[in-house]
């Protein structure tokens, strides 16, 4: 299945508007690939992938924590290619496909992020004397060239992520035997849990909190049961 | 010349500019830029020959790295020392001052609680079949709080002004740190096993077996490298040698 270039540049449109909030501007959480995905999903007519790969990549998301300079992947971009890639692909290849792509461009991502940053650095130190001097232009057009900066890395990543998609499509796809599909499946499921799983312990510790974290867990795993 | 404190200080301009405070992030100020931004409509009336107001301005660009959501509180306390005719060192103390406190705060209170929290429920809500309104639910009460924070802060910091330190120890404030981890813990552990069946609702047999081995074996691996080793890496890994897998096992 073809996705048109009208849908592909709205992916686009949102893929920046989602990469300018992890960080820049408004940091509203549509970031989120919870968030991120879903819509995409929306866009592209298919809300139930976008709203399992939004579950998947966020799962993915708790194994980090945006502490201060930390480096860190960017998911919200990547959950939206990833939703490109699983809708077009069908079928039951989607999870898998959509990890693969999904989880590169977060890699990238999160790379771009840092360039971003070295780039701000190095215009903020070419402005130092000039804001010595505590000119409010000078600081505006810093600023403002900052998140300038970063909505074109937001969509850069994005179309990287979308062209990645397209490509997964292409080579994958019909290639990879059912089997295959089954392994790819099981690894983006596995990953994201263990992920997920992980992240949770390290956020919870094992103060008094960790009573109260197996107590939703019991709590949890009853109602899966029971539904 | 100092200016008298304004009656109505425009705060709701000093907020708008305070949600792109992270806009200009670099290395050598981290959100400097934007603190500085975020603090002019605040002190632009500060003096009549504008030196003052420069000195202040670059002032408030100098270096400073704290939770996005609570730099407000900075802003308004720094911008309301200058008002009050606190000498420069002074209010640089104040900055850097803050820093520790703000960022500690803000990474417990919401990076560690009630973005999580939030989140949980939201994945919970997709598991259950909620779709779309669970996201949009999530949006709604995380902004909520999220709004309310910044509002907060940058109030409190233009109250409060050299003063600021009484502001953090606002009993809502702790109440709020204390219940956001274990409120943050109940919702994350129900979360993960409604989680993982919505997501495994289509493996069947032998698959679900290896699925379970997968996040098993990676929840200790990831646990005992953690230092090392990513879940994106780990991820990426995995699916490197489950294409590989698939190529060979056919």
Known sequence: MSISLEIQLILLAWGTLVGLDLVSVPQMMIARPIVAGPIAGAILGDVATGLQLGVLFELFQYDILPVGAVRYPEYGPATIAA????????????????????????????????????????AVHRAAAALETGDPR?????????????????????????????????????????????????????????????????????????????????????????? | MRAAAPARPPLARSLLRLFA????????????????????????????NGTTYRAAVARAAHFFNAHPYLCGLAVGATARAEHDGVPPEQVERLRTALCGPL????????????????????????????????????????????????????????????????????????????????????VMGAALPLVARYLTGGFLGWTRAALAAVAAGGFALLWWQRARLSGLRFGLVLLALATLGGWLWR
Do not use: K
Not at chain 1, 186 to 209: D, E, I, K, N
Not at chain 2, 157 to 171: D, H, I, N, S
């Open chain 2, 21 to 48: 405070v992270q806009g200009s992030w670099n290395y050598e100020r981290m959100q400097g830029i934007g603190m500085g931004v975020a603090e002019q409509p605040l002190i632009r009336d500060l003096s009549g």
């Open chain 2, 103 to 186: 960022g500690a705060l803000g990474d417990r209170l919401v990076w560690a609680g009630w973005l999580p929290f939030t989140s949980g429920l939201a994945l919970i809500g997709v598991a259950l079949g909620l779709g779309l309104r669970a996201v949009i639910g999530f949006l709604i009460v995380y902004n909520i709080g999220h709004v309310a924070l910044r509002w907060w802060a940058l109030h409190a910091g233009w109250t409060y002004g050299g003063r600021v330190a009484t502001a953090l120890r606002e009993p809502v404030l702790q109440r709020a740190t204390t219940l956001s981890a274990p409120a943050m813990a109940l």
């Open chain 1, 83 to 122: 939703v490109s890639a699983a809708h077009a692909a069908t079928g039951t290849l989607g999870l898998g496909l959509g990890a693969v792509v999904g989880l590169i461009t977060a890699l990238a991502g999160g790379g771009s992020l840092r360039a971003v940053r070295r780039l701000n650095t190095r």
């Open chain 1, 138 to 227: 000078v600081l505006e057009r810093l600023h403002v060239a900052g998140i300038l900066r970063d909505a074109v890395r937001a969509a850069l990543v994005t179309a990287v992520g979308l062209a990645l998609a397209q490509l997964a499509r292409g080579s994958l796809a019909g290639t990879v035997s059912l089997r295959g599909v089954v392994l790819l499946n099981v690894a983006a499921v596995g990953a994201a849990l263990a992920g997920g799983m992980s992240g949770t312990f390290r956020l919870v510790g094992r103060g008094p909190g960790l009573r109260w974290f197996a107590a939703g867990l019991v709590g949890g795993a009853a109602v899966a049961w029971l539904r």
